[in-house]
Structure formats: C-alpha cells, structure tokens
C-alpha cells in the first residue's frame, strides 16, 4: 500500500492530504454507443485504465464479433477525444457478451478465446435498463454455465428477482436467497460477481462463499441510502437499479468496502441517460459518475477513516480476480475540494447530469 501520508498535522493544517495509488481500473461502466461515447469516453479513460463495458446496448452485445465491434467503437471515440495522449495509450476497454436465451455454448467458447470478451452479463429479463432480451429461463442455460465455468469465463449478475409481487427494496435479497444460492449449488467453480451490491444479504452472501465469488460496490451505495433519494422531494440522479437502501445496508457495504477483503472491488455501475430521460415522469434508472466516481469513492472511504484501504479496492483486487496485473500507471488523490459540474453536453443537443452536480466534493484528482 503507498500511501503518502501528509496527515494534517495538528499545527499545519496547510498541507492537504494525499494519496497515491496504482491507477484504478472500473470493473463495471456503461458508455453506450455513438454519440455518447464522445462524452462517456474521455470521462472514463482519464480515472481509469481498464473498463469492463457493459454490453446492454440497443440491441445488445451477443457474440464475439459484436464485442470486437464495438471495442473498435470505442477506441475510434478515445482517438478522436480531446484529452492527455496518455490516457489515449493507457485506456484498455475490456468487453462483456449479453446472455441471452439463445446463446450458445458455442458463443462461450468463441468468447473464451477471444482475449477480449472478459466476461459474461447475466440481466433477468426485465430487472434494468435494456433487460428485455435478459434470461427468462435460467435453468435452460446451464449448458451455457457449465461452458464458463470450464473456461473460467467470469459470470457478472444483475442480482434481482423481476416478479411483480416483490417489493422493490427486498428484489436483492429475493436473488441471493433463492436464483444466486442454487447456481453457486450447481457451479460449484464458476467464477461470479455479484455486481453492484446493495444489501447486507448480498455482501454476506459474498463472504460465505469461496474466492471465485466477488463482488463489486458503486460510489453511490457507499455514500447514501433511500433517504438521500427520497427525503424532502424525489431526486431522479440518485435513482438506480438495484435502488438505493436503508442506511444499515450502505453501513456494511462501507465496512466491507474498506475492509481490505479483495472479494469486493470497484465498479462505478456508471450509466448514463440524458438529463430530461431522468427529470422526467418515468425517470431511468442509472448514475452517471464516470468523471468524479474516484473522488466519490476517496470521500467514502475517508469518511470511516479508511483512506489507506482505497488502493486495495480501487487498483488491486479487481485486476486479482479477473487474473491480471495491477497497472503501473499511478494516480493521485487529494483532499482538495472540486465543485461537480451541473451537466455535460451529451449526444446531439442533449445534456447530462452527474451525481452530485453543482455540488463540491471534499477530494479531487491531482493533475501535475
Ligand atoms: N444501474 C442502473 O440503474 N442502470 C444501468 C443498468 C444496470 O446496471 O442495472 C443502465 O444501463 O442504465
Ligand atoms: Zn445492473
Ligand atoms: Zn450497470
């Protein structure tokens, strides 16, 4: 761990505190497609290195070769960004395939020796965003999960229950308790991460299972719960699937965030939508964080103290489960404030809000 100190001393309160870490990479984004990546882009390559992409685009990423179109896609929108050539050089988007209800142990193989399709997105159909060509029947895959588990291809979840008469808040625990239980049963080697965990439930469940079962934690389920959301007004840019939860369930999830366990790592979950598709009367579901998520992220942990515990989760285990290096790049974070801005441009005409727009942030990235 370097972490170079530079405590405020008792007497010298000028000096701001710092730390230095192997650059970050973001297990879990969504930078969408065309118009959007000349935003998303940029954004996502000057906080981190590696992006695991999130395939659930209109239609979705299914196959290899869909995966390598749209790796090419992004890259083309890197190149032609308006930002430091080397965060052109060192931005390496990682590709994730859709499951679907047809794809085929085939596509896993295919997959599996491509050297870019890092992993496998299961959605149940109709949980998020662009789920409706999700898995409606999960057992009728299990060909599909035998064939990951024998290339030691990673299985990312979306982990919520979709039945009507489940209650929004209990959907995670729903997942863990029955679907999530009895596929770790079944595939006892399969490589899982629980994504973007919000429940104590989830985070238990990732502790009693063995190293091949992690997860990832959002900056904004360790910095808020529904009250933030709800409180005083509904405020759309806090709304995201799985929704914000009670705040004993954002107290574990800071607990095993900054615990130093590896099996929980970063993922901004990061997901764009047009300013006027959130403040709206059906607002979508999605945080847009990719800009200030590692300034979000140092503020959490900070706030329990546990600053010193930011590389691990931020620049290690990620690049530990999925079998990789840790980048030699590094970065550094200081606690210097930023002021978020209200909106990006995005897409033709459009605009997008991050989280925390308008708002200053007691830590910010330092650019030398
Ligand atoms: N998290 C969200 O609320 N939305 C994500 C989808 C997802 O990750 O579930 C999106 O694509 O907008
Ligand atoms: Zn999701
Ligand atoms: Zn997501």
């Known amino acids: 761990m370097t972490l170079n100190t530079a405590l405020n001393s008792e007497t010298d309160h000028s000096t701001p505190r710092q730390i230095t870490l192997a650059r970050p990479d973001d297990w879990h984004i969504h930078l969408r497609d065309a118009e959007s990546l000349k935003t998303t882009v940029p954004h996502a390559a000057q906080s981190f290195n590696r992006a695991i992409c999130m395939p659930n685009l209109v239609p979705p990423v299914k196959n290899t070769s869909d995966a390598l179109a749209y790796r090419e896609r992004i890259l083309q929108a890197l190149q032609q960004a308006d930002i430091e050539e080397r965060y052109k050089q060192s931005f390496d988007p990682r590709m994730t395939l859709y499951l679907t209800d047809t794809t085929t142990v085939a596509d896993i193989q295919e997959a599996a020796e491509s050297g870019i399709v890092q992993a496998v997105k299961l959605y149940p159909a109709g949980a998020t965003t662009n789920s409706v060509d999700g898995v409606t029947n999960l057992s009728a895959r299990n060909d599909v999960f035998e064939a990951m588990q024998k ?3 990673p299985l990312l979840i979306h982990g919520e229950v979709t039945d009507s008469h489940v209650d929004i808040f209990d959907r995670e625990k729903q997942f863990v308790d029955t679907t999530l239980n009895s596929l770790v049963t079944q595939f006892p ?4 991460v629980v994504e973007h965990i919000t429940t104590g439930d989830a985070a238990d469940f990732v502790l009693s299972q063995g190293e091949h079962v992690a997860a990832t934690i959002t900056p904004q389920h360790l910095l808020f719960n529904r009250n933030h959301l709800l409180v005083g007004g509904v405020k759309p840019h806090f709304y995201c699937l799985p929704i914000l939860k009670r705040q004993q369930h954002q107290q574990v999830l800071l607990d ?3 615990s130093g366990n ?6 901004t979950d990061s997901a764009p939508h047009a300013t006027h598709t959130k403040e709206n009367a059906c607002g979508c579901a999605g945080c847009y964080s990719a800009s200030i998520a590692l300034p979000l992220y140092a503020t959490a942990f900070d706030s329990v103290g546990k600053i010193d515990r930011l590389e691990g989760f931020a620049s290690q285990f990620g690049a530990q489960f999925y079998g990789l290096p840790v980048n030699e790049e590094r970065i550094t974070l200081v606690n210097e404030p930023m ?3 209200d909106s990006y441009a995005y897409m033709d005409q459009k605009t997008l809000t991050p989280l925390m727009a308008g708002e200053t942030l007691p830590w910010s990235i330092k650019h030398d």
């Open 339 to 341: 002021q978020v801005p």
């Open 189 to 192: 080697e399969l490589k899982i």
């Open 256 to 258: 095993v965030a900054t």
């Open 151 to 153: 290339h030691g291809l």
């Open 262 to 267: 590896p099996k929980f790592f970063l993922g």
